[in-house]
């Protein structure tokens, strides 16, 4: 949206040539402009200026929708609402189980059973709806190298005897889940950025990152100077973007 | 009439011409009329044109202004600012305790900022105070609507739904218990469905699109007269992460608290913000600040600090004209934002006939 072209914000042809010639091209350049700024940069009055930042701001607003439109669009699918865990307690303290459309944050002490519950998070995630799962794809980023694909297969068969009869159903669960192994922070960045279309072409309905602290904690030494400003930024531009993927598309983080 | 050529909101361009032709005062220009203009600058008759009604605009809003009528400059006394404040609503927020550190509820043409580290109920109290904005007058609210435009993502639906049912519920309590004719007649408008729709959500994931959409509020706001509370949920998150050059993100947020504070004054309504905690430094330890750095501190008027102690959460008053600084405490419920200990102060008829704005207070529900 930031990155947004003058040009698709219906300006002016020699509008946005002048303004180009400042080096002003998106709209995020636009609007950070103060408005005597904008009067020197397009060399019109006050009035025309307030005019053109209206229409700038038209073009890279949100859209506006009431809260009463937001419940009914959840109510129409209940059930795509959240993600059972599988775990009554859980999910009535979660209202349901892993909520879709926003990130989730599992944290512990070491050897806990947090690989564990996100293997199992995947397995559920690849049961149809009919069983309370998602229907899709998984992708897994795995950063400690935890992820131990036998104990996929055994969690599966155990579970959901009835449903993982034959060899074939485990097979096809297991293909459907896509593991990345990302071991420093520019790869886990370079994956997130790269989800968007992965989720589109495979159809994923959960994403699920083991574990952001350790690459984080591993690269970023908070005692050095300058660091923990890196590290806060990389942060939260992975968490905005996250949040972005987990919106848009409706799924668990 | 006297008002020189330099300070009319002209193009740049045109002003430069202007001074090198010789022309001081908007009399001149007025007196020269468009084809002299465009002659002797080397315009068109058509931009002369233009520029004329332009500055014909101008004198006359300068015209307007000195008389002390309504224009941009609003003059008044301080009694009559006085009268304006004992009248204006509150907002309440359900937590009688924080409503009396307030002096009675979230002020209108004000900003309040909530400070507070995460997971302490900043947007809870923000969903509370969407809900709690829409109460008829009758009860003690301001009949307005909400603004909310959520730059992290939490605002959650059912959270509202559950909260405004509360709501409808408490004010179903009272209306029983006084049996008036105003307030059953303002129930049937105050249902859920009617809440939520008058809610106005934007989600905005970048500085960009929440500088666009503060752009475009004055707008919304006149197109909807009844809104009351605008809230932004997250002023810091968006303006923490991908910003090099901190002068800008400075000028912006200054910007940004410049607009609100026009928008909260010329439209009557009460602006929320949330701030995050950020960790400072000192030479031996280390204490939680709210973000976005000093300069920031003074946009808001009143400024709210919520942090835990242990397991109760404190929510302090940091900031405020008119209050003395306080702490309480407060409990999130299934409910909504409530108070520790529910108010065990049992309602009086004659009390309310004192001052018909303000709730009446009724026994809280036990959980």
């Given at each position: 949206?930031?990155?947004?072209?003058?040009?698709?914000?219906q300006l002016?042809?020699?509008?946005?040539?002048?303004?180009?010639r400042?080096?002003?091209t998106?709209?995020?350049?636009?609007l950070?402009?103060s408005l005597?700024e904008?009067m020197?940069?397009t060399?019109?009055?006050?009035?025309?200026v307030?005019?053109?930042?209206c229409?700038v701001?038209r073009?890279?607003?949100?859209k506006?929708?009431?809260?009463?439109?937001?419940?009914?669009r959840?109510?129409?699918n209940?059930?795509?609402a959240?993600?059972s865990?599988?775990?009554?307690?859980?999910d009535?303290?979660l209202?349901?189980?892993v909520?879709?459309?926003?990130?989730?944050?599992i944290?512990?002490?070491?050897?806990?059973?947090?690989?564990?519950?996100?293997?199992?998070l995947?397995?559920?995630?690849?049961?149809?709806?009919?069983?309370g799962?998602?229907d899709g794809?998984?992708?897994?980023i795995?950063?400690?190298?935890?992820?131990?694909a036998?104990?996929?297969?055994?969690?599966?068969a155990?579970r959901?005897?009835?449903?993982?009869?034959?060899d074939?159903k485990?097979?096809?669960m297991?293909?459907s889940?896509?593991?990345?192994?990302?071991l420093?922070?520019?790869?886990?960045?370079k994956?997130i950025?790269?989800?968007?279309?992965?989720i589109?072409?495979?159809k994923?309905?959960l994403?699920?990152?083991?574990?952001v602290a350790s690459?984080v904690r591993?690269?970023?030494?908070?005692?050095?100077q300058?660091?923990?400003?890196?590290r806060s930024?990389?942060?939260?531009?992975?968490?905005s973007?996250?949040?972005?993927l987990?919106?848009e598309?409706?799924?668990?983080? | 009439?006297?008002?020189e050529?330099?300070?009319?909101?002209?193009?740049?361009?045109?002003r430069?011409r202007?001074?090198?032709?010789?022309?001081q005062?908007?009399?001149e220009?007025l007196d020269t009329?468009?084809?002299?203009l465009?002659?002797e600058?080397?315009?068109?008759?058509?931009?002369?044109?233009?520029?004329?009604?332009?500055?014909?605009?101008e004198?006359?809003?300068?015209?307007a202004r000195?008389p002390?009528?309504?224009g941009?400059?609003?003059?008044c006394?301080?009694l009559?600012?006085?009268?304006?404040?004992?009248?204006?609503?509150?907002?309440?927020?359900f937590?009688?305790?924080?409503d009396?550190?307030?002096?009675?509820?979230?002020q209108?043409?004000?900003?309040?900022?909530i400070?507070?580290?995460?997971g302490v109920?900043?947007?809870?109290l923000?969903?509370?105070?969407?809900?709690d904005?829409?109460?008829?007058?009758c009860?003690?609210g301001?009949?307005g609507?909400?603004?909310f435009?959520?730059?992290e993502?939490s605002f959650?639906?059912?959270r509202?739904?559950d909260?405004?049912?509360?709501?409808?519920?408490?004010?179903?309590?009272?209306?029983?218990a006084?049996?008036?004719?105003?307030?059953?007649?303002?129930?049937?408008?105050?249902?859920?469905?009617?809440?939520l729709?008058?809610?106005y959500?934007?989600?905005?994931?970048?500085?960009t699109?929440l500088?666009?959409?503060?752009?475009?509020?004055?707008?919304?706001?006149?197109?909807?007269?009844?809104?009351?509370l605008?809230?932004?949920?997250g002023i810091?998150f968006?303006f923490?992460h991908?910003f090099?050059d901190?002068?800008?993100?400075t000028?912006?947020?200054?910007?940004?608290?410049?607009q609100l504070?026009?928008l909260?004054?010329?439209?009557?309504?009460?602006?929320?913000l949330?701030?995050?905690?950020?960790?400072?430094?000192?030479?031996?330890?280390s204490?939680?600040?709210?973000?976005l750095?000093?300069?920031?501190g003074?946009?808001?008027?009143?400024?709210?600090?919520?942090?835990w102690?242990?397991?109760?959460?404190?929510a302090t008053?940091y900031?405020?004209?008119s209050q003395k600084?306080?702490t309480i405490?407060?409990?999130?419920?299934?409910?909504?934002?409530?108070?520790?200990?529910?108010?065990?102060?049992?309602h009086?008829?004659?009390?309310a006939?004192?001052?018909?704005?303000?709730?009446?207070?009724?026994?809280?529900?036990?959980?």
């Amino acid at each position: 949206m930031a990155a947004k072209k003058l040009r698709r914000a219906q300006l002016s042809q020699e509008m946005c040539e002048r303004l180009s010639r400042y080096q002003i091209t998106t709209c995020q350049d636009f609007l950070c402009l103060s408005l005597l700024e904008l009067m020197k940069v397009t060399g019109q009055s006050y009035y025309e200026v307030q005019k053109l930042l209206c229409k700038v701001s038209r073009a890279c607003a949100p859209k506006m929708q009431t809260a009463y439109e937001m419940k009914m669009r959840k109510s129409v699918n209940p059930s795509s609402a959240f993600l059972s865990t599988t775990l009554h307690s859980l999910d009535r303290v979660l209202h349901g189980g892993v909520p879709c459309g926003s990130l989730t944050e599992i944290t512990s002490p070491p050897g806990c059973g947090k690989t564990q519950f996100c293997i199992m998070l995947s397995v559920l995630a690849t049961l149809p709806v009919s069983m309370g799962g998602l229907d899709g794809a998984v992708i897994y980023i795995d950063t400690e190298s935890a992820f131990s694909a036998e104990r996929l297969i055994e969690i599966a068969a155990n579970r959901f005897p009835a449903y993982f009869d034959s060899d074939e159903k485990l097979l096809c669960m297991s293909r459907s889940i896509h593991l990345y192994r990302e071991l420093t922070c520019g790869c886990v960045q370079k994956r997130i950025m790269s989800l968007e279309e992965e989720i589109i072409s495979k159809k994923v309905k959960l994403i699920i990152i083991d574990s952001v602290a350790s690459v984080v904690r591993k690269e970023f030494d908070t005692k050095l100077q300058g660091n923990l400003a890196e590290r806060s930024n990389f942060l939260t531009r992975g968490a905005s973007v996250l949040k972005y993927l987990a919106e848009e598309f409706s799924i668990p983080v | 009439m006297q008002r020189e050529v330099g300070t009319l909101p002209l193009a740049p361009a045109l002003r430069a011409r202007l001074a090198a032709a010789g022309f001081q005062t908007a009399q001149e220009l007025l007196d020269t009329g468009p084809c002299g203009l465009s002659k002797e600058i080397g315009i068109s008759r058509e931009e002369a044109l233009e520029a004329l009604q332009v500055v014909r605009q101008e004198c006359h809003g300068d015209a307007a202004r000195t008389p002390g009528g309504p224009g941009a400059t609003r003059k008044c006394t301080a009694l009559e600012l006085l009268e304006e404040e004992q009248t204006q609503g509150f907002i309440i927020t359900f937590c009688s305790a924080l409503d009396n550190i307030l002096g009675g509820g979230v002020q209108l043409t004000k900003i309040t900022e909530i400070c507070g580290a995460p997971g302490v109920g900043k947007t809870q109290l923000c969903m509370q105070l969407a809900v709690d904005v829409q109460i008829p007058e009758c009860f003690g609210g301001v009949a307005g609507e909400a603004v909310f435009i959520d730059t992290e993502g939490s605002f959650m639906v059912d959270r509202v739904v559950d909260i405004a049912a509360a709501c409808v519920q408490h004010c179903h309590l009272i209306a029983e218990a006084q049996q008036e004719e105003d307030h059953q007649k303002a129930l049937e408008t105050f249902t859920l469905e009617n809440i939520l729709s008058h809610i106005y959500y934007f989600r905005c994931r970048d500085y960009t699109e929440l500088l666009a959409q503060v752009y475009l509020l004055p707008e919304f706001l006149a197109e909807h007269s009844k809104v009351r509370l605008v809230v932004i949920d997250g002023i810091a998150f968006p303006f923490r992460h991908d910003f090099e050059d901190l002068s800008l993100r400075t000028r912006l947020l200054n910007g940004l608290a410049q607009q609100l504070i026009i928008l909260a004054n010329d439209h009557r309504a009460a602006v929320v913000l949330t701030n995050q905690m950020t960790t400072r430094i000192g030479q031996s330890q280390s204490t939680l600040v709210p973000a976005l750095g000093e300069s920031w501190g003074h946009a808001a008027t009143v400024r709210l600090i919520f942090h835990w102690d242990n397991t109760q959460r404190l929510a302090t008053l940091y900031k405020s004209p008119s209050q003395k600084e306080s702490t309480i405490a407060y409990h999130i419920t299934c409910q909504g934002f409530r108070d520790v200990q529910p108010a065990a102060v049992t309602h009086s008829p004659q009390g309310a006939e004192l001052n018909p704005r303000k709730r009446p207070r009724t026994e809280e529900e036990k959980q």
